[in-house]
């Protein structure tokens, strides 16, 4: 998988590609990350990206033209499956999208900025607008980090048990049951008798059974 990131903030996005899962997948070869300052496609010697939107009202804008310069030169080197524009008014991110966009091979990820960008951007090169919740950031950086980090570790190879992603929270609208390790006795709390069995057909049972209990009770709409 390739992802190519178009923000005005690169250096903000990097921290979280250069440690844990994402930097292993990376030095692995399972994904190629790139960064793209939207400043490098700006207008003038002042490198501006952004303007004041026509009409009036408080918010700058992120401009079409750089966007389309950066989108364009990308699109001459490769197919791309998606172009995706991290918005809050998008499709809020849940596991059903990331397992899809994790079967993708090439993705052009845009970071909203300011008041948003350019309605023509959309109508033109978007193809996807994510968000990761019903809230707004300063920009789409922080979201296109959580979205990747997402898509990532799905990849074959990127985790160190592929079977460990499967028994996610959401991956089958449950939340995961509780886990427990060392020691089986912590001040009086005890661990569970069953999981210390050895009865994995039991333990299988009883994590399913502990699935739905817990997904009744704190996230019943996962259910509908």
């Known amino acids: 998988m390739r992802i190519d990131i178009i923000t005005v903030l690169p250096e903000l996005l990097k921290s979280?590609?250069?440690?844990?899962?994402?930097?292993?997948?990376?030095?692995?070869?399972?994904?190629?990350?790139?960064?793209h300052n939207l400043r490098d496609y700006s207008l003038g010697n002042y490198k501006q990206v952004d303007d004041y939107q026509f009409g009036g009202g408080a918010g700058m804008v992120l401009m079409v033209e750089p966007i389309d310069k950066c989108i364009s030169k990308l699109k001459k080197e490769r197919e791309y499956d998606d172009v995706i524009?991290?918005?809050?008014?998008?499709?809020?991110?849940?596991?059903?999208?990331?397992?899809?966009?994790?079967?993708?091979?090439n993705l052009i990820i845009l970071c909203g900025h300011y008041k948003g960008v350019d309605q023509r951007v959309r109508d033109l090169f978007i193809t996807r607008e994510i968000s990761i919740g019903d809230y707004v950031l300063s920009g789409?950086?922080?979201a296109a980090a959580v979205l990747c980090d997402s898509i990532i570790r799905l990849l074959p190879g990127v985790l160190n048990d592929e079977t460990s992603a499967l028994t996610d929270s959401f991956q089958d609208n449950l939340l995961a049951p509780p886990v427990y390790t060392r020691p089986s006795d912590?001040?009086?709390?005890?661990?569970?008798?069953?999981?210390?069995?050895?009865?994995?057909?039991?333990i299988e049972k009883w994590r399913e059974e502990q699935a739905?209990?817990?997904?009744?009770?704190?996230?019943?709409?996962?259910l509908k």
């Open 212 to 222: 739905m209990e817990r997904t009744t009770k704190l996230r019943p709409d996962l």
């Open 85 to 105: 524009y991290m918005t809050p008014d998008g499709d809020t991110l849940n596991q059903g999208i990331s397992n899809e966009v994790s079967l993708k091979k």
């Open 186 to 202: 912590y001040k009086g709390l005890k661990v569970p008798e069953i999981l210390l069995s050895g009865d994995f057909p039991k």
């Open 140 to 142: 789409g950086e922080l």
């Open 16 to 35: 979280p590609f250069e440690a844990s899962i994402l930097k292993r997948a990376i030095e692995k070869n399972l994904v190629e990350v790139h960064f």
